[in-house]
C-alpha cells in the first residue's frame, strides 16, 4: 500500500472529532486519547523485528496525525482540548524488540477543574535523528530521559513533538 493510502486511512480512523462527539455524549469528565497510528493504518508489521522502513512510516505517520489533530483541535468550542503531542521511544528507534510505536496524546475535558494534560516538558538533550526524510519544520521537539531500570544496562527515553502554533 502506498504511503498515501496508508496515511489517509490512518487520519480516518483516527478522526479527533470522532473522539470529542463520542466523549461529549460519555459521563466521564476527562478523557486522555493516545493513538499508535500504525495500529490503524493497516501497515502490517513484526514488533519483534523492526525495518527501517516500518521505523520512519511510524514516525511520519505519527507526525501526520499530530499536524492533523492540531488543526482540529482549534475547532473544538465545547471542551478544553490540550495541545496534542507526538511521542517516540528511542527503542522505536533503535529497532528493538516490542517497542510501543508513536503516538499522538491529547487531553480532552469538560471542566476547567477536569483539565489535566500530561505535561510536555524535556528532562534532558539529545537531537533526535530519524533516517529518511522526516519533515520537522514547525514543531518543537524536547528529549525526555528514561529512568534508571536496574535490570537494564542502559536509560533509553523519548522525544515529544508539537506543531508550533501559527504554523
Same mark, same amino acid.
Given at each position: 500500500?502506498?504511503?498515501?493510502?496508508?496515511?489517509?486511512?490512518?487520519?480516518?480512523?483516527?478522526?479527533?472529532?470522532?473522539?470529542?462527539?463520542?466523549?461529549?455524549?460519555?459521563?466521564?469528565?476527562?478523557?486522555?486519547?493516545?493513538?499508535?497510528?500504525?495500529?490503524?493504518?493497516?501497515?502490517?508489521?513484526?514488533?519483534?523485528?523492526?525495518?527501517?522502513?516500518?521505523? !520512519? #512510516?511510524? $514516525?511520519?505517520?505519527?507526525? /501526520? *496525525?499530530?499536524?492533523?489533530?492540531?488543526?482540529?483541535?482549534?475547532?473544538?468550542?465545547?471542551?478544553?482540548?490540550?495541545?496534542?503531542?507526538?511521542?517516540?521511544?528511542?527503542?522505536?528507534?533503535?529497532?528493538?524488540?516490542?517497542?510501543?510505536?508513536?503516538?499522538?496524546?491529547?487531553?480532552?475535558?469538560?471542566?476547567?477543574?477536569?483539565?489535566?494534560?500530561?505535561?510536555?516538558?524535556?528532562?534532558?538533550?539529545? !537531537? #533526535?535523528? $530519524?533516517?529518511?526524510?522526516? /519533515? *520537522?519544520?514547525?514543531?518543537?521537539?524536547?528529549?525526555?530521559?528514561?529512568?534508571?531500570?536496574?535490570?537494564?544496562?542502559?536509560?533509553?527515553?523519548?522525544?515529544?513533538?508539537?506543531?508550533?502554533?501559527?504554523?
Amino acid at each position: 500500500m502506498d504511503y498515501e493510502k496508508l496515511k489517509q486511512r490512518a487520519l480516518a480512523e483516527n478522526d479527533l472529532m470522532d473522539t470529542v462527539n463520542h466523549f461529549v455524549r460519555d459521563d466521564d469528565q476527562v478523557y486522555y486519547a493516545d493513538r499508535h497510528v500504525l495500529e490503524y493504518a493497516g501497515h502490517d508489521y513484526d514488533p519483534h523485528a523492526l525495518d527501517p522502513t516500518t521505523i !520512519e #512510516l511510524g $514516525v511520519q505517520l505519527g507526525l /501526520d *496525525l499530530l499536524k492533523h489533530w492540531s488543526e482540529q483541535r482549534k475547532f473544538v468550542a465545547t471542551l478544553s482540548v490540550s495541545e496534542p503531542f507526538l511521542c517516540i521511544d528511542e527503542e522505536w528507534l533503535l529497532g528493538r524488540q516490542n517497542p510501543a510505536p508513536p503516538y499522538v496524546y491529547v487531553c480532552l475535558a469538560k471542566t476547567e477543574e477536569a483539565f489535566e494534560p500530561a505535561p510536555f516538558e524535556g528532562s534532558g538533550h539529545k !537531537e #533526535l535523528v $530519524v533516517d529518511g526524510d522526516i /519533515d *520537522l519544520a514547525g514543531t518543537e521537539v524536547v528529549y525526555v530521559e528514561g529512568y534508571d531500570d536496574p535490570d537494564e544496562d542502559e536509560v533509553l527515553g523519548a522525544w515529544l513533538i508539537r506543531v508550533v502554533q501559527g504554523n
